[in-house]
């Protein structure tokens, strides 16, 4: 059998905005530069560690109880942004890859860091086409260590070795690697190259695709 893993932000829903707005909000509020090229490396990040790269040189200001308030006031902010997402957000080509998926009986979940991801999925409305959904609460490290996926592979019954990821981040593209697995990159080259496949959007990846990519020698 074989399966596969979604990440969720950047692959099904676009809320890189709504991180984005909320990271803006709290560097402006404490005075840090942040800006959307730095945003650019949170990809993939948890949130811990995403305030981490946000602070930079400037995290000795900073007691672990400040910190801790941060990433929960950004938190905050983005749990009440994603009240408004709908169905109507998903990315072009992501329900009908998840529908053929379905059809063709091979299992999917989504594989997130996000601790919010659950809640997206709901919103999205599209559980009922997911075989399982794994987010940040469940694992103790954070991409690019493989946890997050081996979780999502065993809670489909899926060895990592039949398993294709799909990723829009580089750290989750190493994670995907270093579990074993195949992994199909959205986006930019230079940032998912490492990936066995690169594909502009999740409307290029196609079922024979993914059966294709299992079947070959397993080299990126």
Same mark, same amino acid.
Request: hydrophobic share 50%; aromatic share 4%.
């Given at each position: 059998? =074989?399966?596969?893993?979604?990440?969720?932000?950047?692959?099904?829903?676009? #809320?890189?905005?709504?991180?984005?707005?909320?990271?803006?909000?709290?560097?402006?509020? =404490?005075?840090?530069?942040? %800006?959307?090229? #730095?945003?650019?490396?949170?990809?993939?990040?948890?949130?811990?560690? *995403?305030?981490?790269?946000?602070?930079?040189?400037?995290?000795?200001?900073?007691?672990?109880?400040?910190?801790?308030?941060?990433?929960?006031?950004?938190?905050?902010?983005?749990?009440?942004?994603?009240?408004?997402? #709908?169905?109507?957000?998903?990315?072009?080509?992501?329900?009908?890859?998840?529908?053929?998926?379905?059809?063709?009986?091979?299992?999917?979940?989504?594989?997130?860091? *996000?601790?919010?991801?659950?809640?997206?999925?709901?919103?999205?409305?599209?559980?009922?086409?997911?075989?399982?959904?794994? %987010?940040?609460?469940?694992?103790?490290?954070?991409?690019?260590?493989?946890?997050?996926?081996?979780?999502?592979?065993?809670?489909?019954?899926?060895?990592?070795?039949?398993?294709?990821?799909?990723? %829009?981040?580089?750290?989750?593209?190493?994670?995907?690697?270093?579990?074993?697995?195949?992994? =199909?990159?959205?986006?930019?080259?230079?940032?998912?190259?490492?990936?066995?496949?690169?594909?502009?959007?999740?409307?290029?990846?196609?079922?024979?695709? =993914?059966?294709?990519?299992?079947?070959?020698?397993?080299?990126?």
């Amino acid at each position: 059998m =074989i399966g596969v893993i979604f990440d969720l932000d950047g692959v099904l829903v676009d #809320t890189a905005e709504y991180h984005y707005r909320a990271w803006q909000a709290l560097a402006d509020r =404490i005075g840090v530069p942040f %800006d959307r090229g #730095t945003n650019e490396a949170l990809r993939g990040v948890d949130r811990e560690n *995403s305030l981490r790269l946000l602070l930079g040189a400037h995290a000795d200001r900073f007691s672990d109880e400040e910190k801790a308030a941060f990433c929960a006031s950004k938190n905050a902010e983005y749990v009440t942004a994603i009240e408004t997402v #709908t169905p109507a957000d998903l990315l072009p080509g992501a329900r009908e890859l998840l529908l053929a998926l379905r059809v063709a009986r091979i299992p999917a979940a989504v594989a997130s860091s *996000s601790k919010n991801a659950r809640r997206v999925v709901e919103r999205l409305e599209i559980g009922d086409l997911l075989d399982g959904l794994v %987010d940040g609460s469940l694992v103790d490290k954070a991409k690019p260590d493989p946890e997050l996926f081996l979780i999502a592979a065993a809670r489909l019954g899926v060895m990592p070795a039949h398993c294709v990821v799909v990723e %829009d981040a580089e750290a989750g593209v190493r994670a995907a690697l270093a579990g074993g697995m195949r992994a =199909i990159g959205i986006g930019d080259p230079t940032r998912v190259g490492a990936a066995h496949r690169v594909c502009a959007s999740v409307a290029d990846i196609t079922v024979d695709m =993914i059966r294709e990519l299992l079947a070959a020698p397993a080299t990126a």
